[in-house]
């Protein structure tokens, strides 16, 4: 499979947030997808996520997770991501998250368009200079999501 560059619009990236809890972190990226139009409502699309998260948690280790709904109410398949002030303890486990990519999947999407999504952001969380571009960032700017 060739290497796909993950984009993020810079409009769904919330550089220094203040969250101070997997919920809020959540509606903060969910509502930068509605803002943009991505999301239709973002309260039904916050329960396909949470619905995930019940399943397994999201955070990979790293400092980083990767929470996504598949939804109806997702107009445009896109990822968000936060970056905080302060990690957080991931709910469900005991891991410290500090970065928080948001996959909104738009429930027509083909069956593993959004898995093939999912696994190349993975596979990008598990390359070290991706990881250290990523923690290393000190303003928006510096991530080089589009």
């Known amino acids: ?37 991505h999301i239709t409502d973002i309260e039904k699309f916050m329960d396909s996520v949470f619905e995930r998260e019940r399943e397994i948690p999201t955070s990979i280790g790293n400092g980083i997770a990767i929470p996504h709904g598949k939804s109806d109410v997702v107009s445009t398949s896109k990822i968000s991501l936060a970056v905080l002030k302060k990690p957080i303890v991931w709910d469900g486990s005991d891991d410290e998250v500090k970065y928080i990519f948001l996959l909104a999947i738009k429930d027509g999407d083909q069956a593993d368009n959004h898995l093939r999504t999912l696994a190349n952001l993975a596979s990008r969380l598990m390359d070290d200079e991706f990881v250290e571009m990523l923690k290393g960032a000190t303003n928006i700017n510096e991530l080089f999501f589009q």
Do not use: H, P, Y
């Open 1 to 37: 499979m060739e290497d796909e560059q993950i984009i993020i619009d810079k409009q769904n990236i919330i550089f220094n947030s203040d969250a101070n809890s997997t919920a809020e972190v959540i509606r903060e990226l969910a509502d930068t997808l509605f803002e943009c139009g």
